[in-house]
């Protein structure tokens, strides 16, 4: 968020806009793989893997990652994350993290791209 001249923060940037605009950078760093490509899932942005699902982003619940179950447990055991229930369907495979953390976010994309990889093999 960039201050007014007043040194108050500016409204245009919402804590939403800060989610989806880190989603944006990290995914656009992925994209340097052709195999990896931006596409919609359930209406929402989301990046593929030679047609995989590995992430999408929505305003209610951040950034939302495919994984490996046992890991999805251990990021909602520890807090991190939450399970991704659209509809009241809990996905196994799928964790939400909704707050915003660019280490966090990175790491788990690169976690992401490397299990959807592996499913190609």
Sequence with gaps: MSPDPAGRPSP???G??????????LTDALLYDPAIGRSTMMGYP?????????????????????????RVSELVDAGDGIPF????????????LPAVD???????LD??????????D
């Excluded at 939403?16 to 950078?25: F, I, N, S």
């Excluded at 989301?46 to 046992?70: E, I, N, T």
């Excluded at 809990?90 to 939400?96: H, S």
């Excluded at 660019?102 to 788990?108: P, V």
Aim: hydrophobic share 50%; with cysteine.
């Design 46 to 70: 989301c990046v593929r893997l030679a047609g995989q699902f590995l992430a999408s982003y929505d305003a209610a619940s951040g950034l939302v990652v495919k994984l490996p179950a046992s």
């Design 16 to 25: 939403e806009d800060a989610g989806r605009d880190l989603y944006d950078a």
């Design 85 to 96: 229930a659209p509809a009241g369907k809990v996905f196994r495979e799928w964790v939400a």
């Design 111 to 120: 976690e992401a791209v490397a299990f959807a990889r592996a499913s190609l």
């Design 12 to 14: 245009e940037k919402s």
């Design 102 to 108: 660019r280490d966090l976010w990175r790491n788990l």
